[in-house]
Structures are given as structure tokens and as C-alpha cells.
């Protein structure tokens, strides 16, 4: 029987290789996705490992495009940051990695898919509901999770099957993909105690400032300093640029999908500065109405991606709606690099409505008379009036 194991190369899926392989013997065909993060050298130390784990075959899919493309994009249209923190990092590529899995299983005719998630995580959720809704058909197996397996039970498993890797468990967990890393430790399974700044991936290197300029088209960073190439690499390039100065570091509280509480810290420059930015540029380019209501379908659209929810035709919904609201989110925006912060200095678009002709706020008015506005203040006024005129005794 065919199976396709959902593979990273660490302790919960290299127990899944070995055990479904051999105990349960399945033909494991072992699956990665890049949604970012992945260098051709740990690649292939994956591969390595998962043929000598037992898979019959190892397949790395490179789906950093098809991230952007499909969710990243409307990260940034919809200013998304859960609990107006994190930029939904994990979760995101977890949907897109799933996706490519299951299609991937179905392609080669699959019968099994498995995973390494345990039953206390969000990924457990998001995994199987994409996995249900594309292939209902295809059977689902979690050995660590249906078996409560701990980490000392799977490490003396592996070592009874001559498995003997270096299972030591990082002080720190590092999750590095194309919007963000995040970073799991015994301080975020407190309330009270703060991440050290040695437990981040990125350490201060640059301690002189500088302004970059940011060019967005409909939306999408097409540009950095007038350099222009495609929103991945500048979304890369920017996270290279930005770490070096410590910028974008935080940690994120949170409801999971199973009810409980969460808490974890991450590093996410590129993905906080093109967020803030593109927000910046919004508010020089927007109806009040359009910022609103934006607002509403962002969060919604980030709820309901961060639960796994992403194959909902509400969702195809959300993403035509704010990709209509940018077409006219274009132009520059001057960011201020600084050690561990930045700043939105301002932006240049010619879709600016601050350009308009007919007066600068607090100053001047070129579009209406006195006796305009004052008119216009007392029919503003009157629901006011009609509402104390009736209730001003009913205290």
C-alpha cells in the first residue's frame, strides 16, 4: 500500500518513516514542501535520512511561488497580523504545505497519508481538514498522535532499530520559512517570561540607520531602492537586509483552534516592515470606507486561515474583494532602518489623496464657503439634538 508521509527530517516524522515502513508496512513515500527557508544542503540531508529511515522514495516540492501567489499576497492586501501582532507565519505555509502534500498523494495514487502532528497542536487541525476536503478517499494516519507517544518512547524505538541520530532537543525550536520564522522555548510555555535575545535566529549586526524606499504596484512590493524583481526575492532580500539590524522581534498570544491557549515568539522583519508599509500607503491612497471594511475582511480572512479554513469559497470571496481594493495602492514608501525597530517615514504615489486641490486639513479650504460648513455642522448635529432633546429628562 502506498503512503505519503508528510516529512521535515525530524524526531515525530522519522519515527512515522520507520514505523509505518517497517512495522506496518507500508511503501512510505517521503514528502517535504519549501514554503521557504530550505537550502539545497539540508535538502538533500533530509532526502539522505528518509531513504536510510526506510522511504521508498523522497520527493522536496518547492512551493515558495505558489506561497506567495496563493497566500502571502493577501497577507499584504489584507494587512493581516493576528491579535494585531503576528503575521501568521506558520500557519500559512502549514495550509500550503498540506495542499501540495495531498495532491502530490493523489498524484501517485496513494491510499494512506500521514503526518507526525500530535492531538495538542493546531497543526494536527489544519492538516486533516485539507486532507478530508481534497481526498475524503485517502485514509489518514498519525502514529504519534493516535499512540501518545512521547519523545523518550519514539528515541528508544529508533535505537531499537539501530537508529541512533543525535535526537538531542534544541533549547530553542526554529521554524524558517518565507513570511517568518517562528521560535518555540521554555519561556513561551510561561505567561511571564520574555524570549532572551540569543534564542532568535538574527542577532544585531548593523548599528547604523538608513531609509530604503519601498515601491509597490497594485499592492505588491516590486521593488527595493529602485531595484526592481519579483515580491519573493524582494521579500527575501528585505528579511536579509532588515535582520541584520534585529528588527521584527516579538512574541504572539493566541487562541488555538483546539481551545487553548498559545504562545510563541518569532522573527519576521521583512513580512512587519511590507505590512506596515503597505498599510502606510493605504491610508494615502483609500476611501475611508474601503480602510474599513478592509479591515474586517482582513481579520476574517486571517481568522479563518490561521484555523485551517482556507478551501471555504468565502475565502476566493475575500481574496476578488481585496484584490480590487488595490488598484490603487501604488507608489513609494521611505522606511527608517534602526537597531531592533523601524520607522514609516512617508510615502509618494500620485494616487496620494492628500494631493487633492480642495484644501490641506487644519488649514486652509478651497472647495467650500463658511456658510457651507456651518451648515453642513448643524444637519450633522441634528440626530444629536433630536436624541437629547427627547431623553435629556429620562436620566
Known amino acids: 500500500m502506498k503512503l505519503v508521509l508528510a ?8 519515527y512515522c518513516a520507520k514505523y509505518l515502513s517497517e512495522e506496518k508496512g507500508f511503501e512510505v513515500h517521503a514528502v517535504s514542501v519549501n514554503t521557504g527557508g530550505f537550502s539545497e544542503e539540508e535538502i538533500a540531508e533530509i ?8 522511504a521508498t522514495s523522497y520527493t522536496s516540492i518547492d512551493a515558495i511561488q505558489y506561497f506567495y501567489d496563493k497566500v502571502v499576497k493577501y497577507l499584504i492586501f489584507g494587512n493581516v497580523l493576528k491579535n494585531n501582532t503576528y503575521p501568521l507565519s506558520v500557519s500559512a505555509e502549514r495550509i500550503v504545505q498540506a495542499i501540495e502534500i495531498v495532491n502530490y498523494a493523489k498524484k501517485i495514487g496513494a491510499s494512506h497519508i500521514a503526518h507526525g502532528s500530535t492531538g495538542a497542536g493546531n497543526d494536527q487541525v489544519r492538516f486533516d481538514m485539507i486532507f478530508q476536503i481534497i481526498a475524503p478517499e485517502i485514509e489518514i494516519i498519525t502514529p504519534i498522535r493516535d499512540n501518545k507517544l512521547s519523545r523518550e518512547a519514539e528515541i528508544e524505538y529508533l535505537k531499537t532499530k539501530g537508529v541512533d541520530y543525535s535526537w538531542e532537543k534544541a533549547k530553542y525550536s526554529i521554524n524558517r520559512g518565507l513570511w517568518g520564522t517562528s521560535v518555540g522555548g521554555e519561556e513561551t510555555l510561561t505567561s511571564e517570561k520574555p524570549l532572551p535575545a540569543s534564542a532568535y535566529p538574527s542577532q544585531l549586526q548593523e548599528n547604523n540607520s538608513k531609509e530604503i524606499k519601498l515601491t509597490f504596484e497594485k499592492g505588491e512590493l516590486i521593488a527595493i531602492d529602485g531595484k526592481k524583481d519579483s515580491p519573493v526575492n524582494n521579500i527575501v532580500k528585505l528579511d536579509a537586509l532588515a535582520s541584520k539590524y534585529a528588527i521584527g522581534r516579538d512574541i504572539h498570544v493566541g487562541d488555538t483552534i483546539i481551545g487553548i491557549k498559545g504562545r510563541v515568539g518569532f522573527e519576521a522583519p521583512a513580512s512587519l516592515i511590507i505590512i506596515k508599509a503597505h498599510h502606510l500607503l493605504e491610508k494615502h491612497t483609500l476611501s475611508k470606507w474601503q480602510q474599513y471594511q ?3 475582511q482582513g481579520n476574517f480572512y486571517g481568522m479563518l486561515l490561521h484555523e ?13 474583494f481585496l484584490t480590487d481594493t488595490q488598484k ?7 522606511v527608517g532602518l534602526h537597531p531592533y525597530r523601524f520607522e514609516l517615514n512617508g510615502i509618494s504615489s500620485k494616487h496620494d489623496l492628500m494631493n487633492a486641490s480642495f484644501g490641506s486639513y487644519g488649514e486652509i479650504n ?15 448635529s441634528n440626530s444629536g439634538k433630536i436624541y437629547n432633546h427627547v431623553n435629556h429628562n429620562n436620566d
Open 308 to 320: 485551517g479554513n482556507y478551501l471555504d469559497e468565502v475565502m476566493r470571496n475575500i481574496e476578488a
Open 366 to 380: 478651497k472647495g467650500w464657503t463658511a456658510d457651507d460648513a456651518k451648515g453642513f455642522i448643524k444637519i450633522l
Open 47 to 54: 532526502k539522505e535520512k528518509a531513504l536510510q529511515l526506510g
Open 328 to 334: 490603487n495602492v501604488s507608489g513609494d514608501v521611505f
Open 294 to 296: 478592509k479591515e474586517q
Open 7 to 14: 516529512y521535515s527530517g525530524g524526531l515525530d516524522t522519522s
